[in-house]
C-alpha cells in the first residue's frame, strides 16, 4: 500500500507560482500512475492532472492546461505539481492521488474517489487577488 504526503501549499498573490509535493512511501511507487486533484470551497473534488508510471505520459484539466505542469521523479518517489500563472480560483486543498491506471479522458468524467488507489491528506493552495 503506498501512503502519500502532500506539502508545498501556502498563500500566494495573483500571477505567481507554487511547487507541490507529493512523497510516496512504500516500494511501488514507479508501478503507479499518479494524478492531482483539487477541492475548492463549496465544490467537489475535480481532477486536475494524472501522469502516467514512467512519466511519459500527462494530461491536464483544461483549466490548468499550460500553466500547471505535472511531473515525477520515481528514485525520490515523489510526485510534482508546478503551478504558474495561479489565479485567485485555483485556491483549493489540493490532493495527490496514487491511480489504478492511466484515464482516458472518457474516463475521467465517471472518476470516483474511491476508484483511487490511495490519496494524500491534502495541502491548501490559496491565491489572493
Known amino acids: 500500500q503506498v501512503q502519500l504526503v502532500e506539502s508545498g501549499g501556502g498563500l500566494v498573490q495573483a500571477g505567481g507560482s507554487l511547487r507541490l509535493s507529493c512523497a510516496a512511501s512504500?516500494?511501488?511507487?514507479?508501478?503507479?500512475?499518479m494524478g492531482w486533484f483539487r477541492q475548492a470551497p463549496g465544490k467537489e473534488r475535480e481532477f486536475v492532472a494524472q501522469?502516467?508510471?514512467?512519466?511519459?505520459?500527462?494530461y491536464y484539466a483544461d483549466s490548468v492546461k499550460g500553466r500547471f505542469t505535472i511531473s515525477r521523479d520515481n528514485a525520490k518517489k515523489t510526485m510534482y505539481l508546478q503551478m504558474n500563472s495561479l489565479k485567485p480560483e485555483d485556491t483549493a486543498v489540493y490532493y495527490c492521488?496514487?491511480?489504478?491506471?492511466?484515464?482516458?479522458?472518457?474516463?475521467?468524467?465517471?472518476?470516483?474517489?474511491?476508484?483511487?488507489?490511495?490519496w494524500g491528506q491534502g495541502t491548501q493552495a490559496t491565491v489572493s487577488s
Open positions: 512504500g516500494y511501488t511507487f514507479s508501478s503507479y500512475a
Open positions: 492521488a496514487a491511480l489504478a491506471k492511466f484515464y482516458s479522458d472518457y474516463d475521467l468524467r465517471s472518476f470516483r474517489s474511491t476508484d483511487a488507489v490511495s
Open positions: 501522469i502516467s508510471w514512467s512519466g511519459a505520459n500527462t
